[in-house]
């Protein structure tokens, strides 16, 4: 694990986001905002947790605390306000991968977790863990999408390599 694949994670990151938003915006307000069986009840609050987990982790990389408390905040109120967000957190996460080295990567993150307690972990594997949290929901988010009219779209890695490399 070298830091080309974390910046091909967060370039894959961005690809299947908007693929994924792509299909929400086609789905009538009634349906993204509906209660659904999921671990944070709704297609819209799923994708603003998503969002709430990048910028509390990315906010431990760079050394700058997110401000965030809690993992089920609703940090924008509709999918046009959370995308242009989505958007951005989606540049800001490769543009700090872009930074990174090998040497970066073979470090320790030294961090607060959402408790206070302090924590020390390789870098590697936090940022696995980010973006492997971000596939995670993301699965979950395509699973309510459909319970929708709109099919969800293929968000499988293999698709964007393909696409990658074109």
Do not use: K
């Not at 967000?85 to 080295?101: C, F, Q, W």
């Not at 020390?120 to 309510?144: M, V, Y």
């Amino acid at each position: 694990m070298n830091v080309a694949y974390f910046r091909c994670l967060a370039r894959y990151n961005a690809w299947a986001n908007r693929r994924l938003y792509d299909a929400c915006a086609a789905v009538p307000a009634a349906d993204y905002f509906a209660r659904r069986p999921s671990f944070f009840g709704s297609l819209h609050a799923t994708l603003n947790h998503i969002l709430v987990g990048d910028r509390v982790w990315l906010g431990r990389f760079i050394g700058v605390p997110s401000g965030l408390t809690r993992l089920d905040q609703i940090l924008y109120d509709d999918l046009a306000s959370l995308r242009p967000a989505r958007e951005a957190e989606d540049a800001r996460i490769l543009g700090y991968v872009t930074g990174l080295s090998d040497a970066d990567i073979d470090g320790i993150l030294r961090y607060r977790n959402m408790a206070g307690e302090p924590q020390e972990t390789p870098l590697r594997f936090t940022l696995a863990h980010f973006f492997n949290h971000q596939t995670h929901h993301r699965g979950q988010a395509h699973c309510l999408l459909s319970g929708t009219t709109v099919a969800p779209p293929p968000l499988d890695l293999i698709y964007f390599l393909r696409e990658d490399r074109a």
